[in-house]
């Protein structure tokens, strides 16, 4: 299948172990985030978003933090388990323009079992 | 929910011919999206239509590439004529105002 991320800076973790991937994004006009998990040879899957008003958001294992005064954002991603192994993106949307939503670079995500 | 519906699933051509993608949004999504993933980097948006309006083109190739959304529901996009680096994943989202966009499976050029 489709190998999405050659050359993206990589993430190894254990299994079991917390994962934390960092983003920096653009655009402080953005007010809108989400965290994308892309395996092989599918599209990207929505995980979790955060909204400019609010510094931390959780899910379902995973939690979202977001520093709007360094433009950073990161997800954490609790017990990692092998089915996580994936490329993660964080996408940035501003409403100018109509809502538009603009990837990062993306991290590769490699649990080891 | 069925999700977002793209095909083909895969194609090849030669470079100069002509190619087409096909797209069907979830159901009520106003926003439809196509991207261009190119290997090792993230979707880059090439264009975002509001029900059958465009709403964002500025990366979209336009002496090559073109995109329609008729009656604000399916969308093509194609590109005339292909060059060999239009080799990519072209990946079709669409959404709700204000909510996060929705990706189908995509499509893998290959131009050669």
């Known amino acids: 299948g489709e190998n999405v991320g050659l050359h993206l800076p990589t993430l190894s973790v254990q299994e079991g172990d917390n994962s934390i991937i960092n983003c920096a994004y653009s655009n402080s006009a953005s007010d809108y985030f989400i965290w994308y998990k892309q395996e092989s040879g599918k599209g990207p899957q929505f995980i979790i978003d955060?909204?400019?008003?609010?510094d931390k958001r959780q899910g379902q294992r995973v939690t979202v933090l977001l520093n709007k005064t360094v433009k950073h954002l990161s997800l954490q991603i609790a017990a990692t388990q092998p089915g996580d192994s994936a490329v993660y993106f964080c996408?940035?949307?501003?409403?100018?323009?109509?809502?538009?939503?603009?990837f990062g670079a993306g991290t590769r995500l490699f649990v080891k079992a | 929910e069925a999700g977002v519906a793209q095909s083909p699933r895969y194609k090849i051509i030669e470079k100069r011919q002509s190619v087409a993608f096909w797209c069907n949004p979830i159901s009520g999504h106003a926003t439809l999206y196509w991207y261009q993933q190119i290997l090792g980097q993230g979707p880059k948006l090439l264009i975002q239509f509001q029900n059958n309006g465009v709403v964002d083109d500025s990366q979209l190739p336009k002496d090559r590439f073109s995109a329609e959304r008729l009656k604000g529901v399916d969308s093509t996009l194609k590109i005339q004529p292909a060059k060999l680096e239009d080799s990519a994943v072209y990946l079709c989202a669409s959404s709700r105002a204000g909510h996060p966009a929705f990706f189908g499976q995509g499509t893998r050029l290959t131009v050669v």
């Open positions: 996408a940035e949307n501003t409403g100018t323009g109509g809502f538009k939503t603009i």
């Open positions: 955060i909204r400019s008003n609010m």
